[in-house]
C-alpha cells in the first residue's frame, strides 16, 4: 500500500476538482484523444477511474451495460464522480486490498499493479480532460515520478492498444509528469 495511496488520494482531489471544472457548453469539444470529444473522454474517465477503480478493489467486473453509459448527462455528474472517487479511494485504504491478484482479461495482475494503471488513468485523463477545458491538472513530484514510472513500464502495452500515441520530446528540463505525459504521446506544452 505504502505511498501509493496517498498518490490516489492525490489524484482523485486533483480529478474531482477538474471534473467540476468542466462546462456543458465544453462536451461537445475536442480533446487531445483524437477518438474521444469532451463528453467521451469524461464517459470514459468516470468508468475507469471512478467506478473501475472501486470495483478492481472489490475484485468485481464492471457491468458490461457501463460502457455504453452517459455519465454526463446525468444530474450534476461531476459530484457524482467525485463521490464514487471517495468510495473508490476508501475502498483501497484497506492494507488487504493491495494484496495478491485481481483479475484482468484472461490473466491476473498484482493489486499494486493495477492500482497503478487506474491512478494512471486518472491523472493522464485527468490531464486531457483539464487540457481540452482550459484548465490545468497538477501533481506533485512525487505523484509525477511516479506516474512517469507507471508510463515508462506500460507505454508499449499501451501503444501495442491504441491507448497512447508515440511519444514526444518533452520540454528542456520538465518536471516528471510532463514526461510522462510526452511518453505517453501527449504534448505537455
Request: proline fraction near 7%.
Amino acid at each position: 500500500m505504502g505511498t501509493h495511496h496517498a498518490y490516489m488520494v492525490e489524484c482523485a482531489a486533483e480529478a474531482a476538482r477538474v471534473a467540476r471544472g468542466v462546462r456543458p457548453e465544453q462536451l461537445g469539444d475536442p480533446t487531445p484523444c483524437a477518438d474521444f470529444d469532451v463528453r467521451a473522454l469524461v464517459n470514459h474517465w468516470v468508468l475507469y477511474s471512478g467506478y473501475g477503480l472501486e470495483k478492481r478493489a472489490l475484485r468485481e467486473d464492471l457491468p458490461e451495460e457501463w460502457t455504453a453509459r452517459d455519465f454526463t448527462a446525468e444530474p450534476d455528474w461531476a459530484g457524482r464522480y467525485a463521490a464514487q472517487l471517495d468510495r473508490a479511494v476508501a475502498a483501497w485504504a484497506d492494507p488487504l486490498v493491495w494484496e495478491g491478484d485481481i483479475p484482468l482479461g484472461d490473466q491476473k495482475v498484482p493489486a499494486a499493479t493495477i492500482a497503478g494503471l487506474v491512478i494512471k488513468e486518472m491523472a493522464v485523463h485527468g490531464w486531457d480532460v483539464a487540457t481540452a477545458t482550459g484548465q490545468e491538472f497538477g501533481v506533485s513530484e512525487a505523484v509525477g515520478e511516479f506516474l512517469l514510472g507507471v508510463v515508462e513500464e506500460n507505454a508499449e502495452m499501451y501503444r501495442r492498444y491504441g491507448g497512447f500515441a508515440e511519444p514526444v520530446d518533452p520540454p528542456a528540463g520538465a518536471p516528471a509528469f510532463a514526461r510522462a505525459l510526452a511518453l505517453s504521446g501527449r504534448d505537455p506544452r
